[in-house]
Nanobody, 128 residues
Framework: EVRLVESGGGLVQGGGSLRLSCAAS????????IAWFRQAPGKEREGVSC????????SYADSVKGRFTISSDNRQNTVYLQMNSLKPEDTAVYYC?????????????????????WGQGTQVTVSS
């Protein structure tokens, strides 16, 4: 059974940092892509960042570029999202999602329907 578990969310002041983790299990870490999405109250789920193991591609939403960094640790089967210079508008529930056993190049605009497996989400709240 494929399982994705997010952690690392919390409350932080504006300008602060958090590191989210997405621990994956139930599949071999060969060709996969893991993306981070977020959803604020009353808004649609939006793509934040993506990492693909098949070609090493990464992508970021314009709103987070230069502030967020995605990385992968295959030994730990974990993908991280380092979030720096956080802003109140970054407040949302953050989800990680996966495509497995496929070659995939991370596009700039992530399609939520392309990802088959999802975690339960972790809340990030940034105070002003």
């Amino acid at each position: 059974e494929v399982r994705l578990v997010e952690s690392g969310g919390g409350l932080v002041q504006g300008g602060g940092s958090l590191r989210l983790s997405c621990a994956a299990s139930g599949f071999t870490f060969d060709d996969y892509a893991i993306a981070w999405f977020r959803q604020a109250p009353g808004k649609e789920r939006e793509g934040v960042s993506c990492f693909s193991s098949s070609d090493g591609s990464t992508s970021y939403a314009d709103s987070v570029k230069g502030r967020f960094t995605i990385s992968s640790d295959n030994r730990q089967n974990t993908v991280y999202l380092q979030m720096n210079s956080l802003k109140p508008e970054d407040t949302a529930v953050y989800y990680c999602a996966a495509i497995i056993h496929q070659k995939y190049t991370c596009p700039r605009a992530l399609n939520v329907y392309r990802f088959n497996f999802w975690g339960q989400g972790t809340q990030v709240t940034v105070s002003s």
